[in-house]
């Protein structure tokens, strides 16, 4: 097995410019197919798991089992007339959905997928994915001025005020596992957390790095597993996802921002949502659950393997994800905030400040 | 009555502020009140009706909803129909509860006529219209939960909504509008299987009562959506004129079915649920929600004791006491039922004809969506959604 992606290409074409340019291309397609691939399985998932949560069969006839009515949503898609709104901001409105798209799509630049692929080695990953997923609010932001309707401006004010708070506490939670780690690398978080499950960070990290032969490592689960709930609630509210779904409250505001949308942009936004709802399953994969390591020592832990476990272990956040949504009513906006700035923010705080001082005084 | 309600709404000034151009000062920009139109196509109002929201954000200051989107012209056409011919066009006002719509009419112009029935008939009259006010509390039940944003339970309602309809199929063969209460009987006896269907459905439903409450009712979330929302103050709902669940969740004890009873009700025993405020303030839309609730219940209990004291073994034509020639003398009645929403008027006045001279309907959706504006002031555009849900207004029945 090769030591990474680049040296299998180079080895295959020699070194040189040409590698390179190659080995950006790859690194960049491929999260693409991935995502692609990934948004077609998840969107048959939605349709089943909503199904039989419901009582329902869901898609049956296209294809067997309906497997295939994913792909005959986006034939449709493609078919339809792409409209826009005389009075829209025809700029804004249409650069939109390919800023919301490349907003999420940044963000598989910094995920490892597995030890022998990252598609950029950033020694501040998550810092980095924090940040990228900030670009999605100005695409949202475009989206609900550029379409000219009140609709979509009242969705995109509310998303963009949602998003922005729950980046706080979402940073919190983040901030408690980087604290231990000792870096922003997501590659070498998915290292440390190497050895079993016992390593990983939800039950107090490696341990090597606490003090006192490993034994405080067990003081710090309770706190990472607060920090792990407030993240996975900040990421539903940051994917605009049910009880979190109020941008896009279908009852009240129809489909929010992206209620003028059409054909492939409309596409573009539901990819989006798709893949954000992936990079935020991931993140919390690497941040609490090992991210590429396989649970246990010895146990399917060749390095390409990591690519399943580490999309595994995604996709069963994305399909907790998808449990909420079909169970829960959804909030509304001012208990929303209320959640997150007086609820979620001082947990956060407190956490953090708890395995700071544990992680000063007693660990390394 | 509706029309011209509906004309003196459109002439209502609408509060908003209009600011010259030369007069707006570019360093003191205030905010401005923005007023959105929700409806006649938007997914959460119900039908064809159209709200003119006044917002400021997302406050909204006032509402005032349009009519007339789905005016049929009810009342005109019965004038040129025979009595037996305006039954269908009743089941097409309340299209949820045609059941009780259509008792309502047949009531009434069996009183102008005084007709007595059969007590076979009496009986599956009853059963019908409880099965009936379960169906529509299912719909009413499930579509508020989803304007709160919960999906699942609204699928669960319409699920055990499909039982009902269902047995009226087998009874009737139509699902939604039946024709099947007749002036002096019914269309068709019932179907051998239909009270063995019953009584799967009221074990089957009472599971799914149940499921709701664990899943909806007292969902935290939901709980916070609904208590404290839309406060209809007891005075308020009287004067209003309103009935049904929103008088009642208002802490009202007034149901007709005992304050008035009609058919064979008074040998039933059941309960009139009211709103006690029990997650909030009294009147809230959670009582109204908690009413509907408690309702279906009640009714579960109506139907199971139907089905302990029906007469199996009664043979009598259902159509027995059909009139030949349905003509009421001259004269004028006032009969009103309790249907689902509430109470279900008509005013009837006959001038010896085979046609009906004059039918007037006082129908509850109607009068309790005009308690909308007032319940809705002040509270978030969401808010606005799920009270409006509260209400559980049928656009068929408003505007007729």
């Known amino acids: ?364 | 009555m509706a029309e011209v309600l509906d004309r003196k709404m459109q002439t209502l000034p609408v509060p908003v502020k209009v600011v010259p151009a030369e007069k707006i000062e570019p360093n003191r920009l205030r905010t401005e009140e923005m007023v959105l139109n929700v409806g006649p196509q938007h997914p959460s109002t119900h039908g064809v009706l159209r709200l003119e929201a006044v917002l400021d954000g997302e406050l909204v200051i006032d509402v005032v909803p349009f009519l007339g989107y789905l005016h049929r012209c009810f009342e005109k056409h019965s004038e040129a129909m025979t009595y037996p011919q305006v039954i269908p066009y009743v089941d097409r006002m309340d299209y949820l509860a045609p059941m009780n719509g259509e008792l309502g009419y047949a009531l009434a112009v069996e009183r102008m006529m005084n007709i007595e029935l059969p007590e076979k008939v009496e009986y599956i009259r009853v059963l019908f219209n409880e099965l009936q006010r379960i169906a529509s509390h299912l719909v009413a039940v499930g579509t508020f939960g989803m304007d709160a944003g919960a999906f699942t339970p609204f699928l669960y309602c319409f699920r055990d909504r499909e039982d009902v309809l269902e047995i009226f199929e087998k009874t009737c063969g139509a699902r939604l509008l039946y024709n099947y209460i007749w002036v002096g009987g019914l269309s068709h006896d019932l179907h051998p299987d239909v009270l063995g269907m019953c009584r799967a459905f009221v074990k089957k439903s009472r599971a799914t009562h149940k499921e709701v409450n664990e899943l909806l009712t007292f969902n935290k979330i939901f709980v916070e959506r609904a208590a404290n929302i839309g406060v209809l103050p007891a005075d308020v709902a009287i004067n209003g004129g309103a009935s049904g669940p929103m008088l009642r969740g208002s802490g009202v004890k007034w149901d007709l079915r005992r304050n008035d009873p009609y058919s064979i009700y008074d040998r039933f025993e059941f309960d009139i649920p009211v709103g006690t405020g029990m997650m909030g303030t009294l009147g809230d839309c959670f009582d109204r929600h908690w009413v509907r609730m408690c309702e279906w219940e009640q009714s579960l209990n109506i139907i199971e004791q139907i089905l302990e004291k029906f007469p199996q073994n009664d043979k009598t034509d259902v159509q027995k006491a059909v009139p030949k020639r349905i003509k009421p003398a001259a004269g004028e009645i006032y009969s009103r039922v309790e249907t689902a929403r509430g109470e279900l008027g008509y005013y009837i006045v006959s001038k010896d004809d085979i046609k009906p001279w004059r039918v007037k309907v006082r129908s509850p959706a109607f009068v309790n969506l005009s308690l909308l504006p007032i319940i809705s002031r002040g509270y978030l555009m969401a808010d606005l959604i799920v009270i409006l849900g509260s209400v559980d207004i049928v656009l068929g029945e408003v505007d007729r």
């Open chain 1, 1 to 364: 097995m090769f030591q990474d992606l680049n040296s299998f290409i180079v080895d295959l074409i020699g070194k040189g410019d040409l590698a390179d340019i190659l080995a950006v291309v790859v690194y960049a397609a491929l999260p693409l197919v991935v995502i692609l691939g990934y948004a077609l399985v998840a969107i048959l998932a939605e349709m089943k798991l909503s199904a039989w949560l419901q009582d329902r069969l869901g898609p049956m006839r296209t294809g067997p089992w309906g497997i295939l009515q994913p792909l005959a949503d986006i034939l449709k898609l493609l078919q339809k007339e792409d409209t826009t709104p005389t009075d829209a901001d025809k700029k804004l409105f249409n650069v939109a959905p390919f800023i919301v798209f490349i907003g999420s799509y940044l963000a598989f630049a910094a995920l490892p997928f597995a030890s022998i692929y990252a598609g950029a080695r950033i020694n501040t990953g998550i810092f980095y994915l924090i940040a990228v997923s900030g670009i999605v609010v100005v695409g949202i932001l475009m989206a609900g001025w550029g379409s000219n309707n009140k609709y979509a401006l009242l969705g995109s004010m509310r998303s963009v005020a949602q998003i922005i708070s729950y980046e706080i506490p979402a940073g919190l939670a983040i901030l408690s596992v980087v604290m231990i780690a000792g870096t922003m690398d997501m590659q070498t978080m998915c290292k440390l957390q190497q050895g079993g499950i016992q390593n990983w960070f939800i039950f107090g990290g490696p341990k090597s790095l606490a003090g006192f032969g490993g034994n405080y490592a067990w003081l710090l689960t309770p706190f990472m597993l607060v920090s792990f709930i407030l993240y996975i609630v900040a990421s539903l509210a940051e994917t605009n996802r049910v009880p979190f779904d109020i941008p896009e409250a279908e009852s009240e505001l129809v489909a929010g921002y992206h209620t003028e949308y059409s054909a492939m942009k409309f596409a573009l936004f539901f990819l989006a949502e798709y893949a954000n709802m992936f990079a935020v399953s991931a993140i919390a994969s690497v941040l609490f659950f090992g991210g590429w390591n396989s649970p246990f020592p010895g146990f399917l832990d060749a390095p390409w393997l990591g690519v399943i476990w580490f999309i595994g272990k995604a996709v069963t956040f994305v399909l907790i994800q998808i449990w909420i949504r079909w169970t829960l009513p959804r909030l509304r906006v001012d208990q929303l905030m209320h959640i997150c700035w007086k609820v979620m923010i001082p947990f956060g705080m407190a956490t953090v400040l708890v395995v700071g001082t544990i992680v000063t005084f007693l660990a390394h």
